[in-house]
């Protein structure tokens, strides 16, 4: 059963690492959250490793300039995994080809920046959809327009059988009080047209094989029992902690404060009724990171 904690202190203790989401957590799109950049701070102060793992779609040093706009100082975390720079791999590797149709927005354009970890990587040219091979998804456009105008694109290309890229398998984010559609919205129509797409991020095991690279290359190993993920959201940060079998504390004053009934922290009976319907099963519970 989760149990409900007052602050992170209180279960802390037990763990060596934090595998710690950044939107909804620690940021909301705009600022930092003070109260979790503190237990941050804390607990690595204390000798704990932090690890952010993201589903940015974006390279790490994108989100590290990110993080400065947003006021989230160097010293409440160690390292950052993101879904964009396990993607961006793969896409060296030639999982959706050569010739790529792009769809997001022109900030994303870091995405296709060479990568230089890459044995022989194939080189990348960006087309229009009738020449491509495959499609590189880091959102929409627009991330508030109606997701069913990109249907006819997507017919295409299920005709021509290509695959389509997930560089962040989020659904929805809130950036302050609005909400957005992200590249797991588009990656899950296209899925829903009979069209094929790969995912790189949470929950998806190849951005914790990251993480935990990420991890090691701070020092000694970590065994899984001693990382707890941190995240708001039961499909993506709870459901990979439940699939790689660690720990996880879930944030419900992000993405399920009205589900959840979250004020300052959630409420019991409709959190159990939340976690049941989406058959989700976190370790610990809290309203907000502290």
């Known amino acids: 059963m989760t ?68 006021g989230v100082p160097d010293d409440a975390w160690d390292d950052i995994a993101t879904s964009g720079d396990s993607a961006r791999s793969a896409m060296f590797r030639g999982v959706v080809g050569e ?15 060479p990568l230089n970890l890459i044995e022989n990587p194939v080189t990348i040219e960006q087309v229009s959809l009738d020449e491509a091979e495959g499609i590189v998804c880091t959102g929409p456009v627009d991330p508030k327009a109606d997701l069913d105008e990109m249907r006819p694109q997507f017919l295409l290309a299920k005709q021509k059988g ?58 000694k190993p970590v065994a899984d029992d001693r990382i707890l993920a941190i995240g708001d959201g039961v499909l993506t940060d709870i459901a990979g902690a439940m699939g790689e079998d660690i720990d996880s504390l879930f ?31 976190p370790t610990y519970a809290i309203g907000y990171l502290r």
């Open 99 to 113: 010739k790529i149709y792009f769809i997001g927005e022109g900030r994303d354009q870091s995405f296709f920046k």
């Open 3 to 70: 149990r409900i904690v007052p602050t992170l202190a209180e279960i802390s203790h037990q763990y060596d690492a934090l595998f710690v989401d950044l939107w909804g957590c620690v940021h909301d799109g705009i600022k930092a959250m003070p109260d979790a950049v503190a237990a941050l701070q804390t607990y690595r102060q204390s000798g704990g490793k932090v690890i952010l793992v993201t589903n940015a779609p974006r390279p790490r040093a994108g989100v590290q300039k990110q993080l400065v706009h947003f």
């Open 162 to 219: 290509l695959k389509l890229l997930c560089a962040n398998p989020d659904i929805v984010v809130d950036r302050g009080e609005e909400r957005e559609w992200c590249a797991g919205a588009l990656a899950q129509l296209y899925t829903e047209m009979g069209g094929e797409s790969l995912y790189f991020g949470k929950p998806h095991p190849p951005i914790y094989d990251l993480a935990r690279r990420r991890l090691a290359a701070l020092g």
């Open 251 to 281: 944030i419900t004053g992000g993405l399920a404060r009205e589900e959840t009934k979250t004020v300052t922290q959630p409420d019991e009976d409709a959190l159990n009724a939340y976690i049941n319907k989406e058959m989700s099963a």
